[in-house]
């Protein structure tokens, strides 16, 4: 059952930091905007959002780029909020149904998988307007954030480890 739950509302948060990372993006290549760390919480949460910080384009692939996101903004489909409020409806339900909460979970899973394509598909498109240079900047930086995010699991898993090690050490 809390595993049911723990999908549940990791299902909904991603679906509003990916929603917000989205938006982030689109303001991102303009090179105005609020940095993303405020809107989703950390890098953990949404590495891709950072995809194109630091990278210095041109006129012409910044416009390129803001053509390829408004015509994205267009075609993707919006968060349905009706099927975000059926899972909270669900959740404080008198009586727990897992088997409606799997199935709108797994509802709210494949419209996330669906929207996720999609940002990769616009991502990919994007990655291919930069130069070799700017490309070899962009490994750098995914390899950098990805050491970042390995060193930060790491530290996850310790304290659970040790957490787990002294409690039976107790009893």
Do not use: C
Not at 85 to 91: F, G, Y
């Amino acid at each position: 059952m809390r595993k049911v739950t723990a999908v549940v509302f990791a299902s909904a948060s991603v679906v509003f930091s990916y929603s917000s990372a989205w938006a982030a993006d689109v303001t991102t290549i303009d090179g105005v905007h609020q940095p993303v760390e405020t809107m989703t919480g950390s890098i953990a949460q949404n590495p891709q959002s950072h995809m194109f910080d630091g990278i210095k384009l041109s006129e012409q692939q910044r416009q390129q780029m803001r053509d390829l996101m408004q015509q994205t903004q267009y075609e993707r489909p919006p968060v349905n909020v009706k099927d975000l409020e059926t899972l909270h409806n669900l959740v404080i339900a008198e009586e727990f149904n897992e088997a409606a909460v799997r199935a709108q979970a797994e509802k709210l899973a494949q419209a996330q998988v669906a929207r996720q394509v999609e940002m990769s598909r616009i991502r990919n498109q994007m990655y291919h307007l930069l130069t070799p240079q700017q490309q070899a900047v962009l490994q750098q930086r995914h390899e950098q954030r990805m050491n970042e995010l390995r060193k930060l699991t790491n530290l996850q898993q310790v304290p659970s480890l040790h957490d787990a090690s002294s409690t039976g050490s107790n009893q």
